[in-house]
């Protein structure tokens, strides 16, 4: 089933819609409600109804998506040497700084090395960030 969403992410991003904008110190993270103002943490995801959700960190995303009744149609997160640049989540490896230096303090950050957005959903799962219902929308 996973590989069918990435497929489907993939294609997706692929056939229009193109890379979602951020307007850092601006927009504000749909998972923690935060202001976006690290561009090397960033991230966007399309909505299964199409919207665009934009995120502060990579966990906040993962967090989001995670909760989703139906997958999103597409995720972006911003590569940590490529600040402000999006790129879907298939091209992406993620890595977590042990000082913990993203804005949510869990250290997780897009690089071309390291683990799959699906190993980091498991992950991000196993480490109970994940929104809790009263707390958060879920669309």
Do not use: N
């Given at each position: 089933?996973?590989?069918?969403l990435?497929?489907?992410?993939?294609?997706?991003?692929?056939?229009?819609?193109?890379?979602p904008?951020?307007?850092?110190?601006?927009?504000e993270?749909?998972?923690?409600?935060?202001i976006i103002s690290d561009?090397?943490y960033?991230a966007?995801?399309?909505?299964?109804?199409g919207?665009?959700v934009?995120f502060?960190?990579?966990?906040?995303?993962?967090?989001?998506?995670?909760?989703?009744?139906?997958s999103?149609?597409?995720?972006?997160?911003?590569?940590?040497d490529?600040?402000g640049?999006l790129?879907?989540?298939?091209e992406?490896?993620f890595?977590?700084d042990?000082?913990?230096r993203?804005?949510?303090?869990?250290?997780w950050?897009?690089?071309?090395?390291g683990?799959?957005?699906d190993?980091?959903?498991?992950q991000?799962r196993?480490?109970?960030?994940?929104?809790?219902?009263?707390?958060?929308e879920?669309t």
């Amino acid at each position: 089933m996973r590989l069918a969403l990435m497929l489907m992410v993939a294609l997706v991003a692929a056939c229009g819609g193109g890379t979602p904008d951020i307007a850092f110190d601006l927009d504000e993270c749909r998972y923690c409600r935060m202001i976006i103002s690290d561009d090397r943490y960033a991230a966007a995801a399309t909505t299964a109804e199409g919207r665009t959700v934009r995120f502060d960190s990579i966990e906040c995303l993962a967090g989001w998506v995670i909760a989703q009744e139906e997958s999103p149609r597409a995720v972006w997160v911003t590569l940590a040497d490529a600040p402000g640049k999006l790129v879907p989540v298939t091209e992406a490896r993620f890595k977590k700084d042990d000082d913990g230096r993203s804005p949510m303090g869990q250290g997780w950050f897009a690089d071309y090395q390291g683990i799959s957005w699906d190993s980091l959903l498991v992950q991000v799962r196993r480490e109970g960030a994940l929104p809790l219902a009263h707390e958060h929308e879920t669309t």
